[in-house]
């Protein structure tokens, strides 16, 4: 299977590449995307195929019929890392917590959050084709909080790779930046930068691209990648649990053979929606994609309304940071996918250079034949964790909260839903602890333990230790540092 260019192709840029180098160099002609050139079809017959299949045996099929250039032997390996999840037999488990609304649990990973999902795997195929080409990468990660623990843990240690790793300081939960300052080995540098997910995501591309920061890497016999969803590598990953989970219902009886279904996402960069839409796309019988924002809600006027509009639009700091997102950097493959490479850069640049799009009728209706959208405020997001906990003794955390909201407003409820668990209590514990106990600025220690008592969970082990272990990362810079910072750590 060979890769195409979101935005077409520039001189530069061959016209189409492999799976491994769309992964090893994933920024594309005129700083477009890789995208795969077509979806295999997996109607029918392979979901009857996995009706009883393990979450691997699943996995390793569909990657197959994507006819990767990775060898078994490599792809068995990533695959073996959700043996570390809490069910090696089920690292996602599927729970209803309503008549028609099913959770998705995708947080089950060492570091308790859905990008392990993804990340696990990732780590071992990136460090094992940089080790066949014998050639050194920095991957470079920006994180609002998850990706950056998730990326630190898959690459520790690993041949040939090293992570820099870049967090906006102070927008992060304390688990979240406990997990990534503590997380001590060689290969692994951690930088806190003044600013928002938004500086730490666009310093990123921008050293993606620069000429002079990729060839003062050469000194070093380095090549640069990136961990961020932008890269296909983690994509393809985020295909499977979509598939899985709609398995999981006609396991446990809940739905018939081909009866649609929504997905409800709680979305920021969109790597999880697009798993979805890529899923419906290779034949899972899908009624909608429900994409859930926060107060941070241009995707919800996106699919509202077809205005991308970041005039006069900042950040604004919630209690789902991991969705603090403004720019969502994977709708560019939706745009791709339903209007082709000339409208995509077009509608690309015109968001870099007016901070605005808008899409025509005709193309609203395409967007909204396979999406809904709306957005849930932090008030509402509590009510939500305060009832559910209250009524169905389920505890969700702030991002798979927002779901709810659009659950209520975007779905017919005759028709079941998946929402998809993105991250555990563990890891937003402050807010948690407000929504159901009404206490304010708790300490994460403290909001883990009044939860933990509330609501008779254990806190795990790998959240505890947390708190004693040493500080090895206390790195904390302006934007316009970072390219220096990461050259002295080579
Ligand atoms: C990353 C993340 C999201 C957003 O996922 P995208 O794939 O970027 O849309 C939502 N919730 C949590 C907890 C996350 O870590």
New binding site residues.
Partial sequence: MNFIQTRGIDESKQKTVTFSEAILSPIASFGGLYVPEELPNLGNEFLAKHLHSDYKTLAYDMLKRFEIDIDDAVINEALALYDSFDDANNPVPVVKIKENLYISEL?HGPTR???DMALQPFGVVLSSIAQQKDENYLILAAT????GPAALETFKNRPNVKVACLYPDGGTSDVQRLQMVTEDADNLKVIGIHGVFDDAQNALKMLLVSEEFKSSLKEHNTSLSAAN?VNFGRIIF?IIYHIHSYLELLRQGAIEEREKVYLN??????????GGYYAWKMGLPVEKIIISSNENNVLTKLIQTGKYDLRDCEVVGTT?P??D?LK?S?VERVLFDMFGDVRTRELMNDLEVNQFYELTLEELDTLREVFDADFCTGDEGKKYIKEIFDADAYLM?P??ATCLKSYETCSDPSIKTIAYS??EWT?FSPVIANALTGEEDAQDMIALESISKEANLDIPFMIKELFNKDIVHSTIIDKKDISKEILKFL
């Fill in positions: 947080y959050a859905f990008k609002s909080g998850d990706t969803s985020q996402v709680p979305s920021g960069n969109f790597g999880n929606a697009l789902s991991a969705m997102i969502s994977n955390d991002h798979t993105t991250a890891k």
